[in-house]
């Protein structure tokens, strides 16, 4: 049986479309350039909408930073946050306290529940060569029980993620990483305690796994009735069962049937974020997501009361120095990746 359900292009720039549990997922790409010495690119900004460039200018943008690419302090209320970078370094900072420098390999998963301000900046921290950043952002939703839970800050580094490696008959290599979801004899590292992924029923998965020339793999089956996308994120295309799918494109995938990939003629990247639905009222505007109307101008006059814990930082866009160490600190608590 082909398991693909449906084929789409994914759009040139901006969120890709996602299914329930899944709320938004975007592919940050950037080529920057040298540092300033300030952890800003060293180049000209003229011809950006500074505060809010998504121009890709140059094969890189600016975001909602000011001197520093990324996204200063912003509110978020219930929802999650899954960063996966595959490259580069993103300096978090938020309303709890918490502080963190991780990239190249790192996952930080951010339950903001109640209410939590952050910021996520984008240190270019080398003068003398490009500062190139590519990662994922993937926003899960939290059922209505769980939205107003306490925010909970997570990372999980790249030597501890669980990693498969597969050969095919050919001997051409695959190899996938287990963020989200067991596969194979791989176990994930376990999802914050309140997540919709922290319930094994629920079957949340997300992979990345990156594809030699002409590889062959199969996503193995797993339950019938849950949402699994497969994005075709780098490279030339790929079969996916009986199906020839162009690069850069969005594959629905039947849950239950095995999806055999056969790679293009180029070093292929995917994505497979797969769950089973919530099923529940979705209210969103800007950064929170909740289940009424009514909930979200609670959100918002919350927001406007508390300021979700205040901002303990001394710029809206704070970065962690000028030295590449990743580390992640929570209170008075400093955890290093080994």
């Known amino acids: 049986m082909n398991p693909v359900q449906k084929v ?8 890709w ?79 709890l306290g918490a502080a963190a420098r991780y990239g190249d390999g790192d996952v930080q998963w951010l339950t903001a529940g109640d209410g939590i301000n952050h910021a996520e900046m984008f240190p270019l921290l080398k003068e003398d060569a490009p500062n190139p950043t590519d990662f994922y952002q993937i926003w899960i939703n939290l059922p209505a029980a769980k939205k107003r839970v306490p925010p909970y800050f997570s990372m999980f580094w790249d030597s501890q993620i669980p990693k498969e ?31 919709w992924a922290s319930q094994d ?15 062959q793999w199969t996503i193995p089956a797993g339950e019938s009735g849950l949402n699994r996308t497969l994005y075709l994120v780098k490279g030339s295309g790929a079969t996916v069962g009986d199906t020839a799918c162009g690069s850069r494109t969005l594959v629905e995938l039947q849950s239950d049937v095995s999806a055999t990939i056969v790679n293009g003629d180029s070093p292929g990247e995917f994505l497979v974020l797969q769950g089973k639905a919530i099923n529940e009222p979705v209210a969103r505007r800007g950064p929170f997501v909740m289940n009424t109307w009514d909930e979200i101008r609670e959100a918002y006059s919350d927001y406007q009361r508390t300021q979700f814990g205040g901002w303990p930082w001394n ?9 590449p160490e990743r580390f992640a600190r929570r209170g008075k608590d400093i955890e290093v990746p080994t």
């Open 315 to 323: 710029s809206i866009e704070p970065v962690h120095g000028m030295t």
């Open 201 to 215: 029923e629920n079957q949340v998965a997300v992979w990345t796994f990156e594809m030699e020339p002409g590889a």
């Open 17 to 95: 479309p996602t299914r329930d549990p899944f709320l938004f997922c975007v592919h940050h790409n950037d080529q920057y350039p040298e540092g300033n010495g300030s952890a800003g690119p060293d180049a000209s900004l003229a011809g950006r909408a500074i505060g809010s460039d998504f121009s890709h200018k140059d094969n890189w943008s600016m975001y909602h930073g000011q001197k520093i690419a990324g996204f200063p302090r912003h509110p978020h209320r219930g929802f999650e946050t899954i960063t996966v970078v595959k490259r580069g370094l993103i300096d978090h900072a938020d309303s």
């Open 8 to 15: 789409e292009k994914l759009p040139p720039q901006g969120p």
């Open 165 to 195: 490696s597969h050969g095919d008959e050919a001997g051409k290599k695959t190899e996938i990483t287990v963020v989200a979801g067991p596969i194979g004899d791989s176990k994930p590292l376990s999802p914050p305690p309140d997540s």
